[in-house]
């Protein structure tokens, strides 16, 4: 443990490796799935997005995303066009719109979640159980700064 808290340049570097291509393998495993629909990783950042959080706003979804409004507005339209999503108008502020996966939207996500959690899941599974919570704490820290 105490190693840990001396890293030198070269270990956080190849860290930062590995998790570029976690990231990048993960993503690349629906690619064919994705490429089909003629949608990218935005598109499918989007849908994971609004897959968990039923009823998102589009502004609440620029921020989670980190991206300007100009940037999301395409992968809208075409996850709009294609029925992957559908817009509720907002209970109590009807210029607000809701973001909800519609039944296709349903269909697709489940089918690329399946196609990542084989690769997540093997590798949950062959690792210690102190190290995927541990991992997962890493994970958190990373993402919180």
């Known amino acids: 443990m105490k190693d840990l808290l ?19 393998e993960t993503y690349s495993d629906p690619k064919d799935i994705l490429s089909k629909k003629f949608f990218g990783p935005a598109h499918l950042r989007a849908l994971n997005l609004i897959e968990s959080n039923p009823g998102i706003s589009l502004g ?11 940037s999301i507005n395409r992968v809208i339209r075409d996850l709009l066009k294609s029925k992957m999503i559908k817009q509720l108008k907002d209970d109590t502020d009807t210029r607000k719109k809701r973001l909800h996966l519609d039944k296709d939207g349903k269909i697709f996500f489940d089918t690329i979640y399946k196609k990542q959690k084989q690769r997540i899941f093997n590798a949950l599974k062959n690792s210690e159980p102190e190290s995927v919570i541990k991992f997962k704490e890493v994970l958190k820290k990373i993402i919180n700064g």
């Open 6 to 24: 001396y890293l030198k340049d070269e270990q956080i570097k190849d860290f930062i490796q590995l998790l570029y291509y976690a990231y990048r």
């Open 60 to 70: 609440e979804l620029i921020y989670k995303l980190k991206i300007t409004k100009q």
